[in-house]
T-cell receptor, first 112, second 114 residues
Framework: GENVEQHPSTLSVQEGDSAVIKCTYSDSASNYFPWYKQELGKGPQLIIDIRSNVGEKKDQRIAVTLNKTAKHFSLHITETQPEDSAVYFCAASGTSYGKLTFGQGTILTVHP | NAGVTQTPKFQVLKTGQSMTLQCAQDMNHEYMSWYRQDPGMGLRLIHYSVGAGITDQGEVPNGYNVSRSTTEDFPLRLLSAAPSQTSVYFC?????????????FGPGTRLTVL
């Protein structure tokens, strides 16, 4: 089955800096890669996603890049703000789009 | 539009007890799933359903049962609770086809098995 590795497990940045979280996946058949943000005591919330026919996608301060050859994808957050502090999860899915395999999560802390 | 709702929010069980975690969505989503979240392990898929009357196993199905009698509801049953089932459980749903790939998650149920 699919295996998703996520790094780093914790990330601490100053407000205004950029943050990058990286994930690798094992199944070359995976073609959908969402990113979720989870705040304390809440369920994960989809923040951005990318399909395998696209190399990069941006949404304001958030961007995701995908390298299908190397089987890795990354989340980029620019101009970080304290409210960006949360746990971020990457995930991958193949033809059965609902069967997501998640990475282990990254705790992002943005210091004012 | 309440989205995905889960009850209860918290539950404490003794080993061997049974219970049902409730999940409902009001978005007419075909696809629903259950995940468990454990520290350092992300979320792992327990069971999923692609529509009423259809269910299938995910990555960690042992000890759990599901049924899908309606589009709206997808309960998760623990038949005989074990301490290894102490976790936070999330229900999720998404729309049909590839246009609605993003899954909506409920607020979670924190379960402790003593």
């Amino acid at each position: 089955g699919e295996n998703v590795e996520q790094h780093p497990s914790t990330l601490s940045v100053q407000e205004g800096d950029s943050a990058v979280i990286k994930c690798t996946y094992s199944d070359s058949a995976s073609n959908y890669f969402p990113w979720y943000k989870q705040e304390l005591g809440k369920g994960p919330q989809l923040i951005i996603d990318i399909r395998s026919n696209v190399g990069e996608k941006k949404d304001q301060r958030i961007a995701v890049t995908l390298n299908k050859t190397a089987k890795h994808f990354s989340l980029h957050i620019t101009e970080t703000q304290p409210e960006d502090s949360a746990v971020y999860f990457c995930a991958a899915s193949g033809t059965s789009y609902g069967k997501l395999t998640f990475g282990q999560g990254t705790i992002l802390t943005v210091h004012p | 539009n309440a989205g995905v709702t889960q009850t209860p929010k918290f539950q404490v069980l003794k080993t061997g007890q049974s219970m049902t975690l409730q999940c409902a969505q009001d978005m007419n989503h075909e696809y629903m799933s259950w995940y468990r979240q454990d520290p350092g392990m992300g979320l792992r898929l327990i069971h999923y359903s692609v529509g009423a009357g259809i269910t299938d196993q995910g990555e960690v199905p042992n000890g759990y049962n599901v049924s899908r009698s309606t589009t709206e509801d997808f309960p998760l049953r623990l038949l005989s609770a074990a301490p290894s089932q102490t976790s936070v459980y999330f229900c999720a749903s998404r729309g049909p086809g590839t246009s609605g790939l993003g899954q909506f998650f409920g607020p979670g149920t924190r379960l402790t098995v003593l």
